[in-house]
Nanobody, 119 residues
C-alpha cells in the first residue's frame, strides 16, 4: 500500500502565503516525478507545478513567480510554497507521484487539501 498525505491547507487572505507538504509512505521502490495539481469548483483538475527526480521544475503560467515547488528525496517529500495568493488560487490541492513499484511505474494521488483565499 502506498499513501500520499498532504498538509498545510487552510484559509488565507489575498496576498498572503501558505506552504503545503506532501509525504509518500508505504511500499515502493522509488519515486520519479512528483507534483501538485488543483481543482477549483466548477473546473477540471489542472497542473500547478511538477518536479522531477533531479529537481527540474515546471509551473503553470498562472502561478509562475508566485509558487515554488521543492523536493526532499531523502524524506520522500515535496513542498509547495505559495506566495501572493489570489482568490482564484482557491481550490483543493492534490499531491501526485509517479512511483516505481515491483514492475512498473504507477500514478498515485493524495486525498487533497483545501486552500481558500478570501477576505
Amino acid at each position: 500500500q502506498v499513501d500520499l498525505v498532504e498538509s498545510g491547507g487552510g484559509l488565507v487572505q489575498p496576498g498572503g502565503s501558505l506552504g503545503l507538504s506532501c509525504t509518500a509512505s508505504g511500499s515502493f521502490f522509488s519515486i520519479n516525478d512528483m507534483g501538485w495539481y488543483r481543482q477549483a469548483p466548477g473546473k477540471e483538475r489542472e497542473l500547478v507545478a511538477t518536479i522531477n527526480s533531479i529537481h527540474n521544475e515546471e509551473y503553470a503560467d498562472s502561478v509562475k513567480g508566485r509558487f515554488t515547488i521543492s523536493r526532499d528525496n531523502a524524506k520522500n517529500t515535496i513542498f509547495l510554497q505559495m506566495d501572493s495568493l489570489k482568490p482564484e488560487d482557491t481550490a483543493v490541492y492534490y499531491c501526485h507521484a509517479e512511483m516505481w513499484l515491483t514492475h512498473s511505474l504507477s500514478d498515485f494521488w493524495g486525498q487533497g487539501t483545501q486552500v481558500i483565499v478570501s477576505s
